[in-house]
């Protein structure tokens, strides 16, 4: 883990410095963290490997464009980079509206619908595990415009790799059906939602440990499977 002093600029305040205190002393947490997710994902991605073909046909042949979508987003310590998903938009949706998506957004594609309902669209992240840009369990990652609208106490969610699943992303599950209704969804995301779940994520960085990752995953689960 970096010092404090190599942190960003921005990171090196008073309210990140008591998350980072925290953090720092659990030197077990974060080796057995990383060497979870390696040991993980590569099982993930030989169970998943042909599901995850298949899945690839399927966006495919159901609409132009790649089947991979990649879009900056920033990770541990401010670095940016490239989170891969299983496309469920039209192409170039990016370029067509706001970076965050309603449930009534016209850019999705069917079987967008249904792969972001399973969160099956997902699944490319575990590349980004094992890389080392993401972990199983953390903040899910923001896109740089929405990170520089982060109030000091924020950024401590920086100090740990960004994550597929979190309790912030149990909670808000159903983020599209609460934007739904938006005018600005921009502003609503940033003023309404972030906030609330920056709540979640600041517990987790401040909670974090593998019995604790673990919890998170198992939970993940029943609420994507089970209401």
């Given at each position: 883990?970096?010092?404090?002093?190599?942190?960003?600029?921005?990171?090196?305040?008073?309210?990140v410095k008591?998350?980072?205190?925290?953090?720092?002393?659990?030197?077990?947490?974060?080796?057995?963290?990383?060497?979870?997710?390696?040991?993980?994902?590569?099982?993930?991605?030989?169970?998943?490997?042909?599901?995850?073909?298949?899945?690839?046909?399927?966006?495919?042949?159901?609409?132009?464009?790649?089947v991979i979508?990649?879009?900056?987003?920033?990770?541990?310590?401010?670095?940016?980079?490239?989170?891969?998903?299983?496309?469920?938009?039209?192409?170039?949706?990016?370029?067509?509206?706001?970076?965050?998506?309603?449930?009534?957004?016209?850019?999705?594609?069917?079987?967008?619908?249904v792969l972001?309902?399973?969160?099956?669209?997902?699944?490319?992240?575990?590349?980004?595990?094992?890389?080392?840009?993401?972990?199983?369990?953390?903040?899910?990652?923001?896109?740089?415009?929405?990170?520089?609208?982060?109030?000091?106490?924020?950024?401590?969610?920086?100090?740990?790799?960004?994550?597929?699943?979190?309790?912030?992303?149990?909670?808000?599950?159903?983020?599209?059906?609460?934007?739904?209704?938006?005018?600005?969804?921009?502003?609503?995301?940033?003023?309404?939602?972030?906030?609330?779940?920056?709540?979640?994520?600041?517990?987790?960085?401040?909670?974090?440990?593998?019995?604790?990752?673990?919890?998170?995953?198992?939970?993940?689960?029943?609420?994507?499977?089970?209401?």
């Amino acid at each position: 883990m970096r010092s404090f002093e190599k942190l960003p600029e921005y990171m090196q305040n008073d309210a990140v410095k008591r998350y980072y205190d925290i953090v720092h002393k659990k030197v077990v947490s974060r080796v057995l963290k990383r060497l979870f997710d390696i040991i993980l994902s590569i099982i993930i991605i030989i169970i998943l490997l042909i599901p995850m073909v298949i899945i690839s046909c399927i966006v495919g042949l159901g609409s132009k464009g790649g089947v991979i979508f990649k879009q900056k987003r920033v990770t541990a310590y401010g670095k940016t980079f490239y989170i891969l998903k299983f496309r469920t938009m039209i192409s170039g949706a990016d370029k067509k509206g706001s970076q965050v998506t309603a449930a009534n957004d016209s850019r999705i594609t069917p079987q967008g619908r249904v792969l972001r309902k399973l969160r099956l669209d997902e699944l490319p992240q575990i590349f980004n595990v094992l890389k080392g840009d993401m972990s199983i369990v953390g903040t899910r990652p923001e896109v740089p415009k929405y990170v520089e609208k982060y109030t000091p106490e924020m950024y401590a969610t920086l100090l740990l790799p960004a994550g597929i699943t979190s309790p912030a992303s149990i909670k808000f599950k159903n983020e599209q059906e609460l934007l739904k209704n938006s005018s600005s969804i921009d502003a609503d995301y940033v003023e309404k939602v972030l906030p609330e779940k920056m709540k979640y994520n600041l517990e987790y960085t401040e909670r974090f440990n593998i019995f604790y990752d673990l919890k998170v995953i198992i939970a993940t689960f029943f609420g994507v499977f089970f209401k």
